[in-house]
């Protein structure tokens, strides 16, 4: 399990794309996966840097702990914000997608990308952390 | 951070005025802000066609989406939106949240 550490900030972003990138590459993820799952961090790193740590004021670190075996890339974000589910809240549905731009929710589109372009995503609280763990599955024909 | 930005309003006597926004890298939560403020911007020239110019741009997270979501509803129903040239996983993003067919992709504007 290689671990880098993050502090909470914005411009940290922007690092951890490229981070999540250098790490799907050495896992042979082909170019549609490694996008997904940047897309993906990205998402869920924007918000625990502007929810978890911005907005109530905190500081703290996003730690990006990444694995690999041969069938799957696993890249976990550990973070000590307050706990946040973001499988908790409703996703929109075939319903909201369809509306026309001018009556759309603007919420809840991230984590919409986040579950729909990885393998698998899920949540945990383990003590003071949140963990959101992202994996690849390798080998897809794309 | 690599994302960059630049806009022009024109007059096109018969279809009314054109904003074109050039984006080139990454459109991510923070340079989501500068292309919301663009966007502000060509929003007080009350466009007809807003066109985006999208070969440069290599990555667009759901802040960007919202943009577009905001454009709309900023500068009206009736506006028309053109994405020239996007990249393949960008059109996928908009494909997969249902906004692909509120946009008019085009390999070039006016084609």
Redesign the interface.
């Known amino acids: 399990m290689n671990s880098k550490t993050f502090p909470g900030t914005?411009e940290s972003?922007?690092l951890i794309?490229h981070y999540i990138s250098e790490i799907a590459q050495s896992a042979g993820l082909d170019k549609?996966s490694s996008?997904?799952l940047?897309?993906a961090a990205?998402?869920i790193a924007?918000n625990i840097v502007?929810y978890g740590y911005e907005e109530p004021g905190l500081e703290g670190n996003i730690e990006v702990l990444d694995e690999q075996t041969e069938e799957a890339l696993t890249v976990i974000f550990e973070d000590t914000s307050a706990p946040f589910d973001p499988l908790a809240r409703e996703l929109?549905d075939e319903e909201?997608?369809?509306?026309?731009?001018?009556e759309?929710q603007?919420g809840g589109?991230?984590i919409?990308?986040t579950v729909?372009g990885v393998d698998d995503f899920s949540y945990e609280r383990v003590g003071e952390k949140n963990r959101n763990i992202f994996k690849m599955l390798k080998g897809r024909v794309s | 951070m690599s994302f960059s930005i630049k806009s022009d309003v024109k007059d096109a006597p018969e279809s009314g005025k054109v904003a074109t926004i050039y984006l080139e890298g990454e459109l991510d939560s923070l340079s989501a802000r500068l292309f919301q403020k663009e966007i502000e911007k060509v929003a007080i020239e009350s466009p007809k066609d807003l066109v985006l110019d999208m070969e440069k741009l290599t990555f667009m997270a759901s802040a960007g989406l919202r943009v577009l979501i905001f454009s709309k509803q900023k500068i009206g129903p009736s506006l028309n939106i053109f994405l020239v040239k996007p990249q393949q996983p960008i059109v996928d993003t908009l494909e997969h949240t249902g906004l692909l067919h509120s946009v008019t992709v085009v390999e070039k504007y006016p084609a």
């Open positions: 914005v972003i922007d794309r549609k996008y997904n940047k897309l990205d998402e924007t502007l929109p909201d997608l369809t509306k026309p731009l001018e759309r603007i589109l991230g919409f990308l729909k």
